[in-house]
Structures are given as structure tokens and as C-alpha cells.
């Protein structure tokens, strides 16, 4: 069962440091992005989450991500 859900918001890290954003779908089967697919489970849900100061959508496993309060 997945852990987060769309609207809330996290944070993780990328190559430019702590990003915070807003999750904008939950997977929890396999997917295709940016050309790829993507391994998503019920056990193992994976993320898609909207930078909060950039258009960047960005997918992330459940471990890589921290909550934030709203």
C-alpha cells in the first residue's frame, strides 16, 4: 500500500540538492517514462511529483522520498 498520496508534498535529492515538490500521480503497476519503464508495484509504489519551482516532473521509488508538512 502506498505510503504517500497525490497532493502531498516531499522532498529528495537530486544532482542540484534537496528538491521539495508536490506528487502528482501515484503507480502502483509498471509504467512507461521519459521513454523508460518503470517498475511499480502495490508492495512498491513509484511517484510522480511536480518540482515546486520548476515544470520538472520527476518519478521516484517510495524510500527515496521525505513528506513535508503541507
Known sequence: MAKYSKGD????????????GRIVKV????FDYKGH??????????????????????AHKEDALTKLDK
Open 9 to 20: 508534498r516531499v522532498s529528495w535529492n537530486s544532482e542540484a540538492g534537496r528538491v521539495s
Open 27 to 30: 503507480h502502483e503497476a509498471d
Open 37 to 58: 519503464r518503470r517498475r511499480a508495484s502495490k508492495q512498491e509504489p513509484q511517484y510522480e511529483i511536480e518540482s515546486d519551482k520548476t515544470d520538472h516532473v520527476a
